[in-house]
């Protein structure tokens, strides 16, 4: 064999692209940063760690997209990165000796992978250790303390009927309930990622059992996507990057029967559901009905090599030229068609005669690097969305659509983005939905008290629907919370004359709050009951 022979105390992860039989090995040696591309031919390496060790990096797929496979002893772990492209990164836990990580490419896609940090167990620091507690608010935790019911029965009961455990309101309220999330195991700590809370929560050990818990009064119609996170790393870094490693371990919950994403397995890329009232999986009845007219195209964009994906959806019983018909812009379009669905959705709302027919230009995020960039009010890649991706919608579909049948919808950055793009583009597009929208966010260099939304001239034919999660508030004090800032940018729109509606939903800054309520803002602006507000534009 060629090349450097390792060292016995050396670890060292070996690359697999599998149009070739060919590999490529990483030496993690003093924990130095290493680099790799994929070249058409490598080396095969051993390859050993210590369990425990913590693994950063990130990929980079200058053309085309990749996946990145952790294999642990021989066996396939989890999917670290599905259909990568430009920068990604990773995390993960090694659990095992043998680890192995590969990149599924084919032969146009240029990849490089790069280990950023390495952490073994004895480098690690003492972090947060779980308190224990013998006095839960919970009525079925108490039996456990008093010895009435033994734990192993109450796991038995829990996972009779799944989780997270639900209890009448303590305090008698019939639109309130006290629900508790649960973990099962040893473990130096958990964590509750996405609870009903404005920070991730550190759940509290049951005294001398294996049981995990976090309690909280709740409204009936909170909806929420959660994930548990044991044994939390702590890797002697910034409070940021410590915050971040959690993302290694935060999976779904294991005894939940509703995941968020019906057809991700992996339960690292899982969320759990918890939807008391059934809202989020009455509309998932129609999900796996796989909308047949999904087209996948490319749209040449100067700061992509391989160019923007976009899928269009053409919905049943859309004719072209036809006046009821909307066109609908998303960003974040592989999560809201691949992962939750929406033209199924869609569908069944035309169908029942909820919504016209609306054809939707699904607009790929990329990676989180160029999704920062592009929806951060950038003039640029609103040029290409107002001045290619438009253009080609209204060629493939047929149609021309008055700005008044045009919105553009997105969450989160998204939120911000498509506000900015209704904002400086009214002659194009007459309406936007933000859901969750970062109206924090301002330009270097802003530091006017009011938000930098609130600076944008307001065209008074606008159209908008804003929401906002309760539990989105500022976590400290001086900041601006998303559910504050909304309201501040709401207020101002309406000042200008803009037709505006707003909501908030019992939850936080979720995609299972964001599904329903794009369907649901959907059918404010363009439903039966929504006014006529077609207006002349280009």
């Known amino acids: 064999m060629k090349g450097h022979q390792p060292k016995s105390d050396r670890s060292f992860f070996s690359l697999r692209s599998l149009d070739t039989d060919a590999y490529w090995a990483i030496t993690l040696e003093n924990f130095m940063p290493t680099m790799v591309s994929a070249p058409p031919s490598g080396l095969e390496e051993q390859l050993k760690t210590t369990p425990g060790t913590y693994v950063e990096g990130w990929l980079n797929c200058t053309t085309g997209s990749a996946d990145l496979i952790l294999c642990q002893d021989g066996q396939e772990d989890r999917v670290l990165l599905d259909s990568a492209q430009d920068l990604h990164s990773f995390r993960f836990v090694a659990t095992g000796h043998a680890l192995t990580l590969t990149i599924r ?88 990622v996405g609870g009903p809370a404005p920070d991730h929560v550190w759940m509290q050990r049951l005294t001398g059992t294996d049981v995990w818990f976090a309690s909280f009064r709740v409204p009936l119609d909170l909806r929420l996507s959660y994930r548990l996170a044991p044994d939390v790393p702590d890797i002697n870094a910034s409070p940021r990057e410590n915050r971040l490693a959690l993302l290694a371990v935060a999976q779904a919950d294991p005894m939940n029967r509703t995941p968020l994403f019906p057809h991700v397995n992996d339960p690292f890329a899982q969320w759990s559901l918890h939807d008391l009232r059934g809202q989020t999986r009455a509309a998932k009845q129609v999900l796996g009905r796989v909308s047949r007219d999904v087209t996948e195209h490319r749209i040449a964009d100067p700061m992509l090599k391989s160019g923007r994906r976009i899928w269009l959806h053409r919905p049943t019983g859309f004719i072209p030229g036809a006046p009821g018909n909307v066109l609908q812009i998303l960003f974040d379009g592989a999560t809201y068609l691949h992962q939750l669905g929406l033209p199924c959705r869609i569908e069944q709302q035309v169908q029942d005669g909820c919504l016209p027919p609306i054809a939707t230009v699904f607009v790929d995020a990329v990676s989180p690097h160029r999704r920062a960039e592009d929806l951060g009010c950038d003039d640029q890649f609103t040029q290409m969305l107002t001045g290619k991706i438009l253009p080609f919608a209204y060629d493939w579909f047929g149609q021309d659509f008055d700005a008044s049948r045009v919105v553009v919808a997105g969450s989160s950055f998204g939120g911000l983005a498509a506000a900015y793009t209704a904002l ?114 280009g």
């Open 105 to 192: 490419k084919d032969a146009a896609t240029q990849a490089e992978l790069r280990i950023t940090k390495v952490v073994t167990p004895e480098d690690q620091g003492t972090g947060t250790t779980g308190q224990e507690c013998a006095a839960p608010i919970s009525p079925r935790l108490q039996k456990v303390v008093q010895g009435h019911v033994s734990v192993a029965t109450f796991w038995q009961d829990v996972m009779s009927v799944g989780t997270p455990m639900i209890e009448p309101d303590p305090e008698g309220c019939a639109d309130h309930r006290l629900v508790t999330f649960l973990w099962r195991g040893k473990a130096r700590n958990v964590r509750l």
């Open 424 to 537: 400086v583009r009214p002659k194009q597009i007459g309406n936007f939905i933000s859901l969750s929208g970062s109206f924090w966010w301002a330009p270097p260099g802003w530091e006017a008290i009011s938000p930098y939304m609130a600076s944008l001239p307001v065209d008074p034919g606008l159209r908008a629907v804003l929401t906002a999660g309760s539990y989105e508030r500022a976590r400290h004090e001086g900041d601006v919370g998303i559910l504050e800032s909304t309201a501040a940018l709401a207020a101002r729109l309406r000042a200008q004359g803009a037709g505006v509606q707003t909501r908030t939903y019992a939850g936080g800054h979720d995609y299972a709050i964001w599904a329903p309520a794009l369907i649901e803002a959907l059918e404010t602006l363009f439903g039966p009951g929504a006014r006529n507000n077609r207006r002349t534009g």
